[in-house]
């Protein structure tokens, strides 16, 4: 198997600690057992020759050697003390070997041991010098023997020869074992290590790389083999360039650059193998130094799979994009469908509207004409019931209306300033009766702080609301009390929050039906209809209204004890105090006129003949002097000859309508400030917005009914003239 990664012969000469503390240990020991012998070796000399004192300067020189190498050792000056070490026990083997032992000694065995601890612990260099210093003097010592030279040894004793060789063996084998079994330590330590890392850079999840400044490869993992498809002799041989094309070719060398210059880069990159396609990777490069020399190490991650995905991705985005585009032309189809449904359904109400208000104008004015013609009271009971049934004709055709427009939201809501508890006044006047022919209490308690207040929003609508909510409360009470409460729930700088409360002590609704009376066309109780009559209509609006209003309205209910409906409404503060509306004895506005404004002309544009008989002879009872006009153009012609008291104008009329035919007649002199109403069909807010925007004073809707006509034409009459209407 070859070897998964290698260290090139110019790369790094990894330098272990783990190495230096046996360097310590070693010499340590070696020091230690040169030591010993040498002190054994004087005090046998001392003891068995003492007339040979001289000849012991260079074991007691040995000794000192010894003390300042350890010295040197505990200072951590290893390599100084290998150097006195190899140099210093060689001169004293050496001369141990001249003066006591000649050649034979067994002292030659330390020198072979000095070569390989100086090779070992200094360098190779200084083995080698070693080496040839041993040979040389060995040979010397050869020549001096061969030639008798040499002084005659010491007369020793065979004893004290023997101890002294023995000892000579005995610090030789301790200086061989401590030397094989370092190596060994070492050897395999170094070799633990070099699977360790190889273990580490072969189990990094990319390609591991490492070069030099010159992009020679000193490292790498058997990814970066099986990706690039080079042997390890090959990619020896290789430089970082080589694995690229083209533009990349320049990126990466400045990517390199980099990471010499900043100590890291990143960059993605098409890497190309000996063989097969380029690999689209993403390389990530760091600046390693070692010693004195800097090295890139390099991670390199195939994102052949990204790059898929990516293209995946990207494609499923367009794919979603044209559905999206294709949703959007449906829906925008869609959309313009309903939004013309919506339109036609608008313009159908707008129409409907109109078409059932005209002949109910018709209806209501002939009755109350009839009405007030005859004496016969049978007829008198006739009509009577006449009117009942078209005002709750009326009544539904309104909140038919009503919630047609709430859930085409086509609902106009009005922001205007007013007093929330002037509507809770007008209750009596307008369902008080019903409550006294039933024989109820009507009680209207409103706290004192909520007179005070002036609020911005649709007072037509809160009323319609609370009349709604009264209303039923009389209806489905039979004995005891209706009670209306008004309360300043919350009240800070910007806003308040109104509590309408209607109480009754009526026939109350279950549980469940309490869930039902709010959807549109439902009643408690199917079969109650007869008795109450209803169109289940009245709640719905109630609600939808307060929610549009940005409030709501709950219900709390036993049966058989009465009903408690709670509307609670948010509103603006408004700072301006609200002007009280001209009030208007009830029943009497007819009389006044008669009084005050007998005379007065009236120019009346209808083109519809039953209403405008109706309209004329409701003003002609109260001596007002009516010119009627078929179209807007004869109303405008009129207009310039006649300098009206007012003019009732209906909208929709042949030739000109209402609104060009007011625009006119504002233009004519002496028209700039005559009151002109409009008197229509088209009851919406948007169509009396329009009336006011074309310079109208007013919007009475039909059908209109007489005491409304009466109240509107006094009280505009009255203005034009300059004064306030008295109670
Ligand atoms: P309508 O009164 O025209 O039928 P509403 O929507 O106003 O329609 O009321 C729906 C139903 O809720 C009524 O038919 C009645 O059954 C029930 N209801 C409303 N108010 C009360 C009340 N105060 N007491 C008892 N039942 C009520």
Redesign the pocket.
Known sequence: MKSPSRISPSGPKIDSSIGSDFSVRFFQQGVAAILIGLVTFLVVIRITAPEQTLRMVAPASGILLMGVIWWLIGRGRLQAAAILFASGAWLVAGAICVFYNGVHSAIVIVFPLLIVYAGWAISLRAAAVFTGLTVAFLIGLVAAEVLGTLPPPPPTPLAVFLVVQVTYVVVALILVGSLVWVYQRRVGELERERQFSAEIINSLPGMFYMFDANGRFVRWNRRFNDATTYTDVALAEMKAGDFFRGDDKERIAEAVRRVFADGHADIEADLAPGQGPAIPCRFTGVRATIGDESFLLGVAIDISENRRNQARLEEYRQHLEQMIEARTADLSIAKEAAEAANRAKSTFLANMSHELRTPMNAIMGMTSLAMRRTMDARLLDHLEKINQASHHLLAVINSILDISRIEAERLVLEQIDFSPAAVLDKLPALIGYKAVDKGLALELDVSPDVRAVVVCGDPMRVGQIVL?LAD??V???EHGKVTVRLRLAEDDAEQVLLRFEVE?T????SAT?QKR?FAAF????GS??RK?G???????ISRRLARLMGGDITVS?RPGEG?R?VFSLRLRKSAGAVAPAPTLEPGKAGERLQEEFSGSRILLAEDEPVNREVARTLLEAYGLVVDVAVDGVEAVSLARQVPYDLILMDMQMPNLNGVDATLAIRALPGHARTPILAMTANAFTEDRELCLAAGMDDHLPKPVEPQRLYEAVLTWLVRSRGTTVAV
């Open positions: 709604n039923n409360a209806k489905f009470t009754d009526g026939i109350g609704i039906d009376v439902e009643q408690a109780d109650m209809t109450y209803g169109s289940g209509l009245g709640l719905a209910s009903s409906f």
